[in-house]
C-alpha cells in the first residue's frame, strides 16, 4: 500500500520569506515516482514537478526547489522569496512506477494550504 | 482554449437521480483519468483509459459507477442512484504517451447531492 503523509494543513507567511512544504511517503515500491501539484482557488491541478526514484538529484526551477531524500522518505518542495501568487493548496502525490510516470493511480496526500500574506 | 475541459462545472443533484459528467482532454493526448476529489483531501484515482480501452479501475469506482471513452476522445462518467456520499468535486486529465508527458487536469465539476 502506498501513503504520502503531508502534515502542514495550513502554513502562513508574509510575503518575500521563504517557506518549505513537507512530505513524507510510503511504498513497498523499490522504484516509484514522486510528483508535486499546485491547485489554485480555481481548482484545476497544475504540475510542477515529476521524479523517479533513481533520480536523488535536487531539482531548482526559479524560486521553486524540491530536496529528494530516498532515506527518509521525504520529497520536500520550497519556495524562496514567495509571493502573493503562490497562494494556494500544495498536493505532493506518489505513483508506482509501472505508471510510466503517467497520472493512473496517483496517491495523492491531503495538501497544504499555503497563504501568502501581502 | 487548448486545456481539459469539463462540462458542467456544477452540477446540483437529488439523492437517487442519475448524474452525467463530460472530459474533453487535450485532443492529441491518448490517456485520460478521472479523479474525485473530497472537502480538504487530496484527489482518489477512479479509473483511466488509454484511447478507448478502459485500463484501470480503482475499488473506489463502486457498481453505480461507469465510464466510457468512446473512440477514444471525450469521456463521460455517469454516477447511478446518486447517494449524499457521491457529493466531490470529480476531476478529469490527460496526458501524452506511456510516462513520456505530463498530466494535465480540467477544472473539474463539482457534484452536490441533496
Known amino acids: 500500500a502506498q501513503k504520502v503523509t503531508q502534515a502542514q494543513t495550513e502554513i502562513s507567511v508574509v510575503e518575500k520569506e521563504d517557506v518549505t512544504l513537507d512530505c513524507v511517503y510510503e511504498t513497498r515500491d523499490t522504484t516509484y515516482y514522486l510528483f508535486w501539484y499546485k491547485q489554485p482557488p480555481s481548482g484545476e491541478l497544475v504540475f510542477l514537478i515529476r521524479?523517479?526514484?533513481?533520480?536523488?538529484q535536487n531539482e531548482i526551477s526559479g524560486r521553486y526547489s524540491w530536496n529528494f531524500q530516498k532515506s527518509t522518505s521525504s520529497f520536500n518542495f520550497t519556495i524562496t522569496a514567495s509571493q502573493v501568487v503562490d497562494s494556494a493548496v500544495y498536493f505532493c502525490a506518489l505513483s508506482a512506477y509501472y505508471s510510466g510516470g503517467g497520472a493512473d493511480g496517483l496517491t495523492f496526500g491531503k495538501g497544504t494550504h499555503l497563504i501568502i500574506q501581502p | 482554449d487548448t486545456g481539459v475541459s469539463q462540462d458542467p462545472r456544477h452540477k446540483i443533484t437529488k439523492r437517487g437521480q442519475n448524474v452525467t459528467f463530460r472530459c474533453d482532454p487535450i485532443s492529441e493526448h491518448n490517456r485520460l483519468y478521472w479523479y474525485r476529489q473530497t472537502l480538504g483531501q487530496g484527489p482518489e484515482f477512479l479509473t483511466y483509459f488509454q484511447n478507448e480501452a478502459q485500463l484501470e479501475k480503482s475499488r473506489l469506482l463502486s457498481d453505480r459507477f461507469s465510464a466510457e471513452r468512446p473512440k477514444g476522445s471525450f469521456s463521460t462518467l455517469e454516477i447511478q442512484r446518486t447517494e449524499q456520499g457521491d457529493s466531490a468535486m470529480y476531476l478529469c486529465?490527460?496526458?501524452?504517451?506511456?510516462?513520456?508527458?505530463?498530466?494535465?487536469f480540467g477544472q473539474g465539476t463539482r457534484l452536490t447531492v441533496v
Open positions: 486529465a490527460s496526458s501524452l504517451g506511456y510516462g513520456v508527458g505530463k498530466a494535465f
Open positions: 521524479r523517479n526514484s533513481f533520480d536523488e
